[in-house]
């Protein structure tokens, strides 16, 4: 059975050490107080992990036959990365030299935003077993955080020359190829990533933004079709989140090649309609409007082809999604004109109020 308690540093009894190792905050004081807990659970048949900080005295108690790194991984699986730290150096301490500790040391201190800390104890523990793959994509990830690109570069291609397979190490190579400036590089890595793990929203995502980045209308029509995918099947993601800004980005793109003199003038119409229309609906009513379009907008509205309509619950008529995104953007032009909503319509919009068509 596994259990854990505190004990504040004041309510501990010091005549319980070594009278050199009575001063705390000392490493002999940490060091004595670990082996005190260590070997009175011991004692009883159980083992002990003992972490020493100015928190306080933590201890955690567990069977003595069982794998003292079992009781901390699950603190890390639910995200409970500043309770597990403590307990991870202790066991660095008490179980030196062991590799997936050091792995998950430096894991947890990366996911915390300290990366120095984080490569430190990821190079040690590919010290200790140089073809750990997963602690060569962590040093590759901290260093990539730390926007490090040479050393990230090298370390993934460590963890590829040990395991050309490993799909995680080739979704990363991908990502940072990808933000290296090559895509076309980056896309075959990034196939064999989403041909091993055809459900990840991360390998999806990073497929479709090389893709883009290729630039060829092959590939942009591909990149669409996983950025569509993924908001399908990964609604809740946040990489769908992604996705959606995406999509919209792409299609705002395609609006301004397919446009004249960079003016889009059936936008132009669509804003006059708007305008016209919420001067005669009120503000109560153009909020509404707005709200439903934007909720619809987050599953995608198709701005390229007039052919595909939609329907609003507050507004009769059928709407292309371009008329759409239009009155969108002439609502939040009155509601709060600093909103991003994808698309810059700002010159058909001065156009629109000045009347002039």
Not at 167 to 192: C, D, N, T
Request: proline fraction near 5%; charged fraction near 20%.
């Amino acid at each position: 059975m596994i259990q854990e308690f505190t004990i504040p540093l004041h309510r501990f009894d010091l005549n319980l050490l070594p009278s050199n190792a009575r001063q705390i905050g000392t490493d002999a004081f940490m060091q004595a107080v670990a082996m005190h807990f260590a070997a009175q659970y011991a004692a009883a048949g159980q083992g002990a992990i003992v972490a020493v900080d100015s928190a306080g005295i933590r201890v955690m108690t567990y069977p003595i036959d069982a794998d003292p790194l079992d009781m901390v991984m699950p603190m890390l699986q639910s995200g409970r990365l500043k309770e597990a730290l403590p307990y991870l150096e202790a066991l660095d301490k008490q179980m030196p030299g062991h590799a997936q500790v050091l792995y998950n040391l430096g894991i947890c201190y990366s996911e915390l935003g300290q990366f120095d800390e984080a490569i430190i104890r990821l190079k040690r523990a590919v010290q200790v077993e140089p073809r750990h793959v997963h602690a060569w994509l962590g040093i590759g990830t901290a260093y990539y955080r730390m926007r490090k690109s040479e050393p990230a570069l090298e370390a993934f291609g460590k963890a590829l020359e040990i395991d050309p397979e490993d799909p995680y190490a080739r979704r990363s190579m991908g990502g940072i190829l990808v933000a290296s400036g090559k895509p076309a590089e980056a896309v075959a890595h990034l196939r064999i990533a989403l041909q091993a793990l055809p459900d990840d929203p991360q390998a999806i995502f990073g497929l479709a933004s090389a893709l883009e980045a290729v630039g060829s209308d092959e590939s942009v029509a591909e990149a669409d079709g996983l950025y569509r995918r993924l908001i399908r099947e990964h609604s809740n993601s946040p990489a769908a989140e992604m996705a959606e800004r995406a999509r919209t980005a792409l299609a705002h793109k395609q609006l301004r090649t397919n446009s004249t003199a960079g003016l889009r003038m059936d936008v132009v119409a669509y804003l006059r309609e708007a305008m016209a229309l919420f001067d005669k609906v009120g503000a109560k009513q153009m909020q509404q409007i707005a709200v439903e379009i934007a909720m619809l907008g987050r599953s995608g509205l198709d701005i390229n082809d007039p052919q595909t309509r939609y329907t609003l619950k507050n507004l009769p008529g059928q709407f292309s999604g371009l008329q759409l995104l239009s009155y969108l953007y002439a609502a939040f032009q009155r509601i709060d004109p600093s909103a991003d909503m994808g698309a810059d319509f700002a010159q058909e919009y001065a156009m629109a109020k000045a009347g002039t068509v």
